[in-house]
Structure formats: C-alpha cells, structure tokens
C-alpha cells in the first residue's frame, strides 16, 4: 500500500446508509466505457443507488448500463442536416450548441433530485463535457484525459490519413480538433472542483494543460470476465483496441516485420471501432511485408478473453495512452505483455515480471517479443506472476474501493460545507 492508500483509508468511513448516485457520460465504445462499467457494477453491488443520465449521442450499446442501475434516462440531441447524410463526417458536424443544451438539460434534472453524489465522465466530442458547468450537486469529474488533439504526434498522424490540404475532412478536422474542441475542453473543466484521473502520468497531463490539481484512482478489470480459462496456447500474439493511428498498430506490425519468416508469429488485432482507411493500409502494410494478420471487429467478451487465454503474448504500441485496460485484461487472463514504455502503463506493467517495456524501436519490440517466445518457462513464471498481480491491486473491487474513498472524501466535504452554510448563514447584501 502506497502512502496516497494510506492517506485516503484514514479518511475512508463506508456509509452505513445507502448513497444515491447519478452517473452522466457521452461515451463512445472503448476502454473508458468499460471502465464505467465496472465501477457502476461495483456500486450496485454495494448496495448503492445509481441512475445513469446521458445524451442520445452515448454508445450506450457497448457494455450497457441498463441492466446494471436502477435507471438509464437519454436525453435527445439535434444534429445538423448535414451531419445526418453525411455518415462520414457526422461526428464532426454534430450540433455542438444542441448538445450544451441537452447536457444542461441533463444537469438540470439531476440538480432538481436527492442525489448524494454525481460520477461525470467524459465526452466523446468536447473531452470535459459541458454538463460541468451547470451541475451543482457534489461532482467527481473522472477525467481519464485532456484533449489530446494538439499533440504533434497525432496531429501528424490525422494529416497522414487526410493527407489532401484543400480535402473537406481535412479542413473539418483542423477547425474542430485544433481549434475548437481544446478551447471547450479547457474551458469545461475548469467548472469541475473535484478531478480524479486514472493515472500519475494522466495527472501530469491535467496540470500541464488545465493548471488543476487532480487524484489518481487506478482503474480495475473484472475478473469475473477476464481470468485464465486453462486452455492451451496457439501460435499467435494479440493486440487488442481501437483500429485508429495512435494505437499504434501499424508499428506493431512493422516490428513483426523485421523478424524472420520462418519464426515471425502471425497476429491478431481485435478493435470495438475501426478507422476504415487505417484499416486498409494497415492490411496492405502487413501484405507487403510478409506479416499474417487477422483483425477481428466487435466480438463478444468471451471470445476475446478466449482470444487472451489463447495467445502467447499480447503486444501494446499505443502513443502516449493515459492508461491502458488492455495489459491488464491480458494479465488478468495469464498473458504476458509485450509494451513500448509510455504513458500509462509504466504503471501497471512490471518490467520483467508480468511482461516486458520498451523503447519505441522496432527492432528492440521484436527482440523483446522473440525472446519471451523462445522461453517458455518465462512466459509460465509471467504468466503467474501477472494472475497474482491483478489479485493484489488490479482487480474491479480493489479499484471500485479505490474510487469510494474519492466518493466518499467529496460527500462528506459537501456536508461539512451544508453545515457551515447552515451554522452561518450568508446575509442578504444591502
């Protein structure tokens, strides 16, 4: 236990008395939806109350809450004409005054009801949501990150898919991405009084770009669905996440490329969502160097986690991921991992006891990725050392626990400033 464990236990009562809990999100499909996932199914199983609020533009199809909670409530957004032909560019013509006016609706609503608490995720088109500038109950922000589009490496990364200047996506993206949605994202934050993050690196990114103070409340996986399924290994590593440039997958296979044939393994990617164009030269990348790849769209839990019981190692390039629930779900199911040393998962992978950490180098990835390969019994002392890991620390109720002493700390900060409110009241000015 770690001294920031220690500071939030002497400070954590369990309440006797059921809280309610309102939880506003407008995820897409990926990790951080899952994440919410867990943690509402933690708090249901703990006997709290929780209603879901979210806006119709919410994935609320890909591990859904409404078998989980009391009660989910979508709230309608207007799209715009064109939005609505134009499936491709639909995301990035969306209304984004129609969806402040939904989400302050959505505030409005919880704001007028006996809520204890609000959990705030994130957005999917804005990164902090508006909904933080109406809410006025005690709120936790989970800011899993702050927008991420000015960073160089991505930014290089969109133009190389949209690679025409004059091209309408382009200049959509370049008003939206690198003018637009910083600003708002900025500016929706600093409504938010209580932030927590998923990570120490997470937390530098919030002060750098917010200026904010933020606590870190580790994520879990839910062993109930990710755990070793005792079946045999076959000839194949996995990678698993979105199908868009800064996963890093094009990286992955340019490092598979570089070993030699006759031993190189072929690979699996698994995506919820897919960047058409990425996926096409993804595949042609993979055809032209000789690597054998299959990449499977939205299966179901348990064929994945058949897919992580069966590979011998799952490998992880992405740019700069604030956290990552892909190595623990491999870990969880007694997968090695094999990583590029960034962000996030410097946190939750050890080097050269549950999976191995490197540079960005092609030829040191695949080095790294042979090596484990040829020993066998490293994988099998990895592969126990990463189960026991997730017990220890990285389980869904060890990080549901985590997440309740954040909860906690702000409900009875709340309180304590009700009563002084109550003890002094504020005098009408003349």
């Not at 909904?131 to 160089?152: D, G, M």
């Not at 937390?203 to 917010?210: D, G, M, P, T, V």
């Not at 005792?230 to 800064?246: A, M, Q, T």
Request: aromatic residues 10%.
């Amino acid at each position: 236990m770690n001294i920031d464990d220690e500071w939030l236990n002497s400070r954590y009562n369990a309440k006797k008395n059921q809280m309610r809990v309102a939880i506003f999100h407008n995820l897409g499909s990926g990790g951080a939806k899952r994440a919410l996932y867990t943690f509402s199914k933690f708090l249901t199983k703990s006997g709290h109350t929780v209603e879901v609020f979210v806006p119709s533009t919410a994935d609320e199809r890909y591990s859904p809450l409404e078998n989980l909670v009391s009660k989910v409530t979508i709230f309608d957004v207007k799209r715009t004409i064109s939005g609505l032909i134009s499936s491709e560019l639909r995301n990035y013509l969306l209304s984004l005054s129609a969806l402040e006016r939904t989400e302050q609706n959505i505030a409005d609503t919880i704001n007028a009801q006996d809520f204890d608490v609000v959990l705030c995720e994130q957005d999917r088109y804005t990164t902090s949501p508006f909904f933080l500038k109406y809410i006025e109950k005690p709120t936790i922000y989970y800011c899993q990150q702050p927008a991420r589009n000015q960073e160089a490496a991505l930014r290089n990364m969109a133009y190389e898919l949209f690679p025409r200047p004059q091209s309408l996506r382009r200049r959509i993206y370049e008003y939206y991405n690198d003018r637009r949605v910083p600003k708002i994202d900025k500016k929706n934050a600093s409504f938010a009084k209580h932030i927590v993050t998923n990570s120490y690196f997470s937390r530098e990114s919030i002060l750098r770009s917010y200026g904010r103070n933020s606590f870190v409340s580790y994520l879990g996986v839910d062993t109930e669905i990710f755990k070793p399924l005792g079946i045999p290994k076959e000839d194949f590593v996995l990678s698993v996440g979105r199908l868009i440039p800064r996963k890093g997958f094009d990286f992955i296979v340019s490092s598979l490329g570089t070993i030699d044939a006759e031993i190189r393994p072929r690979l699996i990617v698994v995506s919820d969502e897919a960047d058409i164009h990425f996926k096409n030269s993804l595949e042609q990348l993979a055809q032209r160097i000789g690597v054998e790849l299959r990449i499977e769209s939205l299966i179901a839990d348990d064929e994945l986690v058949s897919l992580y019981n069966k590979a011998k190692l799952v490998l992880y390039a992405p740019y700069l991921e604030p956290f990552g629930l892909v190595p623990l779900e491999a870990m969880a199911c007694g997968t090695p991992v094999v990583a590029v040393k960034e962000g996030g998962v410097r946190e939750s992978v050890m080097h050269d006891k549950t999976g191995i950490l490197t540079q960005r180098d092609e030829n040191m990835f695949a080095h790294a990725v042979m090596d484990l390969l040829a020993n066998e019994g490293k994988i099998r002392d990895m592969s126990q050392n990463a189960i026991e890991c997730i017990e220890d620390y990285w389980s869904a109720e060890k990080a549901g626990k985590r997440l309740m002493r954040h909860i906690t700390r702000v409900v009875d900060e709340g309180e304590h400033r009700y009563q002084l409110d109550t003890l002094n009241p504020r005098q009408p000015e003349n």
